[in-house]
């Protein structure tokens, strides 16, 4: 499995732009217009799997879906088809690990579904560390003035599952300078 150096553990942005969805990365973390291809954004969940785009030509993290999680196959095969669909290089897929940096089952988890996605897609699926990114999807929703009673509902729709594949990506971009 393609890691590198996005397994390290990366520190969150002190402040994020107000958007929920679209958020212009290419400016606040002077990424390189050019990039080597497109990358989606995973927030893998027991339940639900947020996707969100990277388009090196836009520089932007959009928020595309959120996949009610089926059987493994069948969610392997969805992803697959949406990378292709979407002419994808690679996935960053978020790793969930305990706040002392150690994985724990939902991180071993992710891994062994990633390795599947990698055999499945034949792309490369890369981790970003992503600790507290549901929180903070949830701290922007309320910011964007979300009542608690709306974001309950948003949340079984799978909005903070997309918003944190955002935040994954939007961290992957900015820590790696895009795609390389």
């Known amino acids: 499995m393609a ?3 996005s397994d390290e553990a990366v520190g969150r942005q002190p ?3 107000d958007t929920i969805m679209d958020v212009d990365v290419s400016r606040e973390a002077g990424v390189a217009e050019e990039r080597s291809g497109r990358v989606l954004g995973l927030d893998i969940g ?11 030509a836009e520089g932007i993290v959009r928020g595309l879906d959120t996949l ?9 095969v969805r992803l697959s088809r949406i990378a292709a ?11 969930p690990l305990n706040m002392d940096g150690t994985e724990g089952p939902q991180a071993q988890m992710v891994r062994e579904f990633c390795e599947r996605l990698e055999k499945n897609s034949g792309l ?3 981790f970003q560390d992503e600790r507290l990114t ?3 999807a949830e701290g922007r929703l309320r910011e964007a003035g979300v009542s608690l009673k709306r974001m309950l509902a948003e949340k079984r729709k799978g909005a903070v599952d997309r918003m944190a594949a955002v935040l994954v990506l939007e961290d992957y971009v900015a820590a790696h300078g895009g795609t390389e």
């Open 124 to 126: 490369p699926v890369l």
């Open 68 to 76: 009610q999680r089926r059987t493994p196959q069948e969610d392997l």
């Open 46 to 56: 027991r339940r639900r799997i947020g996707i969100a785009s990277y388009d090196p």
């Open 3 to 5: 890691t590198g150096d």
């Open 134 to 136: 549901s929180v903070e």
């Open 85 to 95: 669909e979407r002419r994808a290089t690679a996935f960053v897929s978020g790793l």
């Open 15 to 17: 402040s994020r732009p």
